[in-house]
C-alpha cells in the first residue's frame, strides 16, 4: 500500500476511496459466491441466492442497519490507514498501529463485558511493545540506542528512510494512525457483538433458507425447534457471509456518499473512477479484501483479542520467511520484540 501510494506523486496517485470502495465489492463477490455454493450442487440457483440476499438486506432492513455502525467506522479506518500510510514511514505506521491491540482489549471489556485480570493485561502491553519493537527497522533501532547512549552517528541516523520518501506529514500521519487505532478497536468489537448474537432461524415459509440448510439424513437429530445439528451448523456459516454483505452494503454506500462523491467528486468526474489504477493497485486492493474476510473468520472462530496475538505472529513468521526470500537480516530488536511476543502469548493462555 505504502508503495503504490508515497512512491508516486500526488498527481499521479490512484483515489484511496475509489480503492475502498472496490476492496468491498470484492469482498461481496467472495461472499455471494460462497453462499452460493453453500447448499448441495442440486439446489445452486441463481434467483435462490437473487431471494436470499433481497431478504437478508432489504426485508430483513432491521438486522441487516446494525451493521451501518461497523461499516461506517471501518469505512474511515480504512481511509485513515491510506493517509497514515502515505504520510508516515512504513515501520513508524506498523509500529505506531500496534496500539490497535490495546484499544481492541479496552473496547472488549466495555462492550463485550469480557473480564481480563491483571496477568492478561500485562501479556497485551508485553505484546504490543513486543511487536513494536519486532517491526522497528533496524537503522530505527541502532538510531535510538544511539540517541539515547548519547553518541552520534550520522551514517546510521541519516539511514532512516522516514526522511527518505516525498508525500509526508509525520503530524497529520500520526493523528491518522492514532484514530485508525481507536477505530480498529470499536468496529471490530462491534463487529463482533454482532456476529456471535445468537442465529435467528428462518420462518416456516422461507424456503430459499430452507433450501440452503437441508439435509434429509439428519431427521433423527432434530433440535426441539425441528432443526437438525447439521441445520444449526450451516445457518451458523451462513451468517458470516450474509453478514459481510450487509456491511459491505454499507460502506459501498456511505463510501459512495461521503468519500467518493463528497471529497473526490470532481476529480472523478474529469478523470474517471479508477484514474491510475495500475497493477499493483489491483494487488493492494485484493489484499484488502481477502485480509477482511480473513479478520471476520478469526472475529467469527476466535475474537478480536486474539486476532492481535495471532496478526503479531505472523508478522514474525512473515519477518523469518524473509531472511530466506529476501536476505532480510534480523537485528537484536527483533529477536528481543519476538522473544516478549512469544512470552506474551504463554502468558495471555495461562
Ligand atoms: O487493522 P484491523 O485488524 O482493525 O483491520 C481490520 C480490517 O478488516 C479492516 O480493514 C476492515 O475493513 C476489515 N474487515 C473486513 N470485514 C470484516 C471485518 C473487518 O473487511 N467483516
New binding site residues.
Partial sequence: MRYTRASVPEDQRYLASTAVIMSELI?TLVCMIVLYMMPAAHQRSLSRLATLLQREVVVNWRESSKLALPAFL?LI??NLQYVAATNLDAATFQVTYQL?ILTTAFFSVVILKRSLNRLKWCSLALLTFGIGLVVLPKDASLAAIAYFTGETEPEIVSDVPSTSVGNQSNMEGFMAVLMACVL?GL??VY?EKILKAPVKQPNAGDEESKAMMKDEDNDSLRSPQGHSPQEDTTAAQSQLWIR?IQ?SFFSVLLGLIFVVLMQDGATIAEKGFFVNYTCLTWVVILI?AF???I??LV?KYADNIL?GFA?SISIILSSLVSVWLFNFVLSGSFVLGAIFVIYATYLYGL
Fill in positions: 469482498k471501518y479506518q480504512n490497535k480498529s468496529a471490530g463487529f459481510n456491511m484488502q485480509g477482511g474476510l479478520v471476520a472475529v486476532k496478526t
